[in-house]
T-cell receptor, first 116, second 111 residues
Framework: SAVISQKPSRDICQRGTSLTIQCQVD?????MFWYRQQPGQSLTLIAT?????????ESGFVIDKFPISRPNLTFSTLTVSNMSPEDSSIYLC?????????????FGEGSRLTVL | QKEVEQNSGPLSVPEGAIASLNCTYS??????FFWYRQYSGKSPELIMS????GDKEDGRFTAQLNKASQYVSLLIRDSQPSDSATYLC???????????FGKGTSLLVTP
């Protein structure tokens, strides 16, 4: 499986500010996704990060709130904009390993955000 | 909305027993099914994948799939306290790679 590194691992943020989360993969991957896990909840897909083009957002998530960049096949960023306490969550980067044509999804360690 | 349903638990089993975790899904197009284990404060870890009807065994874990009934299960034999975690069932969305996750079943293995 790919090694997926996320930064920051955790942060405490003030209401109204924005934070950018970075995801670095140790190998080139085609499929990369950003998920959110709110306290006590399961994982919800935010968007598919597309290399060289705009991300594909799920219902309920918009680019103005969660802008995503993916400049190459090993790196992506997710920004949480104009944060409110409801954005307090774990944000997870995930990839489908290139040598796994079975669709197995692997996750980074996550970025735990607390918004005050 | 395509859904993945799991009992939230907690499911409590004694050490050495078999733990049985169940999952149903609503999207009949789904072809790929996964079980993830998530320890508190950690990210999900893939433990089993299954694509065809029937059983798939890997060590102490057995995944079972019944597409007609839209049902997936995970059996953990000889349960250990270290198996105590939340187990997430995940199903691929349509023909793509993105996954829908259930809310997870909390498993507690007592010594």
């Amino acid at each position: 499986s790919a090694v997926i590194s996320q930064k920051p691992s955790r942060d405490i943020c003030q209401r109204g500010t924005s934070l950018t989360i970075q995801c670095q993969v140790d190998s080139q991957v085609t499929m990369m996704f950003w998920y959110r896990q709110q306290p006590g909840q399961s994982l919800t897909l935010i968007a598919t990060a597309n290399q060289g083009s705009e991300a594909t957002y799920e219902s309920g998530f918009v680019i103005d709130k969660f802008p995503i960049s993916r400049p190459n096949l090993t790196f992506s960023t997710l920004t949480v904009s104009n944060m409110s306490p409801e954005d307090s969550s774990i944000y997870l980067c995930s990839v489908v390993a290139e040598n796994a044509n079975t669709g197995e999804l692997f996750f980074g360690e996550g970025s735990r955000l607390t918004v005050l | 909305q395509k859904e993945v349903e799991q009992n939230s638990g907690p499911l409590s089993v004694p050490e050495g027993a078999i733990a049985s975790l169940n999952c149903t899904y609503s999207d009949r197009v789904s072809q790929s099914f996964f079980w993830y284990r998530q320890y508190s404060g950690k990210s999900p870890e893939l433990i089993m994948s299954i694509y065809s009807n029937g059983d798939k065994e890997d060590g102490r874990f057995t995944a079972q799939l019944n597409k007609a009934s839209q049902y997936v299960s995970l059996l953990i034999r000889d349960s250990q306290p270290s198996d105590s975690a939340t187990y997430l069932c995940a199903v691929n969305r349509g023909s793509g790679y993105a996954l829908n996750f259930g809310k997870g079943t909390s498993l507690l293995v007592t010594p």
